[in-house]
């Protein structure tokens, strides 16, 4: 950290890119936390100054290079296209900046682990978007399956569907690692992982598939998997749905849990409990889950506490996409 260590100080971030998804992801975060956006880049300076004087960027330079390089910016928050993601982390680290970076952690496993040994190597956290994981409605879904709310678990499924992208958009281009698993499926798979901690461990998969488009980029795509204990999940993903569905069902032994909107339970966060043929929902929490992450993120490098996901976390998230995608029959990233 170079400056805001102090609980009292706002963190100076630097933007790399303008994109859309920054005004839920940081922008909104920042200024419910009281933290600073003080540099903007992108590749076309016109649209950083458009997103600076919308968001209130305190400035625009021209290259990322010059935001990574600002001796008054602590943190990078990087949302570039999923092939940048790497080369930008990267760049960032070796400037010894803390980077949060969009999901996923970068194009396929092998920059994964060239990632997260850099960041090792160097002492500089990094932190991979999975937002959701610091919303209390996740908290509050361990906390029922470690209390066997629902018996065993026994099955794990995830929906997540999303309208169609505009034909140009960075998702149908395999050279910019698009893509329905590695935009939407990196979340699904990320719950499966860490729901292995009631299931006996990482889960396998089992088979996969996915309907293309222009031979390269899945639109769409399913995942099975199976778990040491015996459990199974599956997930749809798809960038063609009427609407976005971002549904979690935990099926135990004596009951389930539905979590209606996991990724934005801003939208709806009902967590839904049946048991004994009766069901109680419980409203956890419609705070955005990207402001409980930043909250995480800056009291971690405030402290130098560890994260509750780190860089070996990432390395196993490509490892099982790039899994998905070989057994879909389709190249990884």
Known sequence: MNRASSVDEPLRIGV???????????????????????VVAARDRRRAEDFAATYGVERVVDTYDEVIAAPDVDMIYNPLANSLHAPWNLAAIRAGKPVLTEKPFARNASEAREVADAARGAGVPILEGFHYLFHPLMARTRELLGDGIIGDLRRVEVVMGMPEPAPTDPRWS??????????LGCYSVHVFRHLGEFAGGEPVITAASAVVRDGQVDESATIDVRYPSGATGATTTSMVDADYTFRCRIVGDTGELILHDYLSPKRDDRLTIIRDGTEHVEHVSTRATYTFQLEALATALRSGESLPIGPDDAVAT????????????LMPR
């Open 174 to 183: 395999y050279d910019l690692a698009g893509g329905s698993l590695m935009d």
């Open 16 to 38: 790399l890119g303008a994109s859309r998804i920054a005004e839920n992801a940081i922008v909104g975060p920042a200024r419910k936390l009281g933290h600073r956006l003080v």
């Open 318 to 329: 490509m490892e099982f996409i790039d899994a998905a995608y070989r057994a879909a029959g």
